[in-house]
C-alpha cells in the first residue's frame, strides 16, 4: 500500500509559476513509476508528466517546455515545477503512484491560473 500527499497547489496569474510535491509513504525506490495527472471540470482526467524509476521522463505535448516532473530519492518525493502557467492548466493535480500492478492516486491539490 502507498499512501501519497500531495501539496503545493494555489492561485497564480497567467505567466507565472508554482511547484507541487507528492510525498510518498515509503521509500520511493519500490515504485515502479510515478506521474502527476490532472482534471478539468468536465473533462477527464489526463497524464501530465511521468518519471520512472530509472528517471525517464515523459510529459503531455500541452505542458512539454514548461513543466519539469523530478524525484527526490533521499525525501521521497516527486514534484512538479510548473513554469509559463495558462489559464487552460487550472484543475486539480493528482499525484500517482505505481507498483505491483497496481496504482495509488493522492487526494489531489487544486490549481488555478487565472488570466
Known amino acids: 500500500q502507498v499512501q501519497l500527499v500531495e501539496s503545493g497547489g494555489g492561485l497564480v496569474q497567467a505567466g507565472g509559476s508554482l511547484r507541487l510535491s507528492c510525498v510518498t509513504s515509503?521509500?520511493?525506490?519500490?515504485?515502479?513509476?510515478m506521474g502527476w495527472y490532472r482534471q478539468a471540470p468536465g473533462k477527464q482526467r489526463e497524464l501530465v508528466a511521468g518519471?520512472?524509476?530509472?528517471?525517464?521522463?515523459n510529459y503531455a505535448d500541452s505542458v512539454r517546455g514548461r513543466f519539469t516532473i523530478s524525484r527526490d530519492n533521499a525525501k521521497n518525493t516527486v514534484y512538479l515545477q510548473m513554469n509559463s502557467l495558462k489559464p487552460e492548466d487550472t484543475a486539480v493535480y493528482y499525484c500517482?503512484?505505481?507498483?505491483?500492478?497496481?496504482?495509488?492516486w493522492g487526494q489531489g491539490t487544486q490549481v488555478t491560473v487565472s488570466s
Open positions: 500517482a503512484a505505481y507498483q505491483g500492478g497496481s496504482a495509488y
Open positions: 518519471i520512472t524509476r530509472g528517471g525517464t521522463t
Open positions: 515509503g521509500s520511493i525506490f519500490s515504485i515502479n513509476r
